[in-house]
């Protein structure tokens, strides 16, 4: 069963950069047909995809965050991670990190981790 | 950029009933279509994939159709556990979800 666990400061603040890790656990990063996926939800709205990588670390990105987005990958430690910067209030949500699986869509979900910006 | 528009935004149901919840997509998805299942501070669950493929574990009272740019996510029979917030998710050409349906209880 894989398993997966975002950590990371649940404050920050506007015009800096927010960074969290998802840590995988019961699968591996590096298996192919997988991509790792992050995902936000803002308080009370939809949800926004951000954007996954593949263990080369080939990368694709909402194009409407792309500019402030990067998303890597440590296969050494089984993780992957996301910077998003700088960040304003608008950026406030909880961060999903997720498994996206090609056809049989995004299977696995880590449980979220509240980010809030502000001063 | 590839929207996509949930109907209804809510939809107050009594258990027992049969609820269909729509997706449309602004252009043509083929079957990449997901649905899923949210319930309040948890992470979204996975229900459905490629338009009508139940994922494992699923109960058989959901089930999904569709092709294109029309979707429908049906649950036939509601039960107690199924009163969440649903989400449609396009994965043709990078990812984009719904705004969401609300299933209430009536």
């Known amino acids: 069963q894989v398993q997966l666990q975002e950590s990371g400061p649940g404050l920050v603040k506007p015009s800096q950069t927010l960074s969290l890790t998802c840590n995988v656990s019961?699968?591996?990063?590096?298996?192919?047909?997988?991509?790792w996926s992050w995902i936000r939800q803002h308080p009370e709205k939809g949800l926004e995809w951000i954007g996954y990588?593949?263990?080369?670390?080939?990368?694709h990105y909402n194009p409407s965050l792309k500019s402030r987005v990067s998303i890597s990958v440590d296969t050494s430690n089984n993780r992957f991670s996301l910077d998003l910067r700088p960040v304003t209030a608008a950026d406030t949500a909880v961060y999903y990190c997720?498994?996206?699986?090609?056809?049989?869509?995004?299977?696995?979900w880590g449980p979220g981790t509240l980010v809030t910006v502000s001063s | 950029d590839i929207q996509m528009t949930q109907s209804p935004s809510t939809l107050s149901a009594s258990v027992g009933d049969r609820v269909t919840i729509t997706c449309r997509a602004s252009?043509?998805?083929?079957?990449?279509l997901a649905w899923y299942q949210q319930k309040p501070g948890k992470a979204p669950k996975l229900l459905i994939y490629?338009?009508?493929s139940l994922e494992s574990g699923v109960p058989s009272r959901f089930s999904g159709s569709g092709s294109g740019t029309e979707f429908t996510l049906t649950i036939s029979s509601l039960q107690p556990d199924d009163f969440a917030t649903y989400y449609c998710?396009?994965?043709?050409?990078?990812?984009?979800f719904g705004q969401g349906t609300k299933l209430e209880i009536k």
């Open positions: 997720a498994r996206f699986a090609g056809v049989h869509a995004t299977d696995y």
């Open positions: 019961g699968g591996s990063v590096s298996s192919g047909g997988y991509y």
């Open positions: 990588i593949f263990y080369t670390g080939n990368t």
């Open positions: 252009q043509n998805i083929y079957s990449w």
């Open positions: 490629k338009a009508s």
């Open positions: 998710q396009q994965y043709n050409n990078y990812h984009t």
